[in-house]
């Protein structure tokens, strides 16, 4: 059975810097999309960033580009999200989520797997 669980959320301030990380089990996810998205309060799920496993094909949404970096550690089969230079705006609960596709996909349904989510609160 395939588990995702996401680590690293806090409380920060504007400018200050979070690296979440997602633990993934139950499967080898070679052959996996793996993504980030973030749900604020009253809002939509929203596509952050995503990567094939094999570390190609790296997506963002334009809000983040710059700020945000996607990577994987193959050995210890976790995913992660460096996000720098954050913002008050980027207020949400991030969950990683896993796609049994080769293409990169942003909408959520799209997706087969879900961690239960980590809280970030950017203060001002």
């Known amino acids: 059975q395939v588990q995702l669980v996401e680590f690293g959320g806090g409380l920060v301030q504007a400018g200050d810097s979070l690296r979440l990380s997602c633990a993934a089990s139950g499967r080898t996810f070679s052959s996996y999309v793996m993504g980030w998205f973030r749900q604020a309060p009253g809002k939509e799920r929203e596509f952050v960033a995503a990567?094939?496993?094999?570390?190609?094909?790296?997506y963002y949404v334009d809000s983040v580009k710059g700020r945000f970096t996607i990577s994987r550690d193959n050995a210890k089969n976790t995913l992660y999200l460096q996000m720098n230079s954050l913002k008050p705006e980027d207020t949400a609960v991030y969950f990683c989520a896993a796609d049994r596709s080769l293409v990169v996909r942003t909408a959520a349904t799209f997706y087969d797997y879900w961690g239960p989510g980590t809280q970030v609160t950017v203060s001002s």
């Open positions: 990567m094939r496993w094999s570390g190609s094909s790296i």
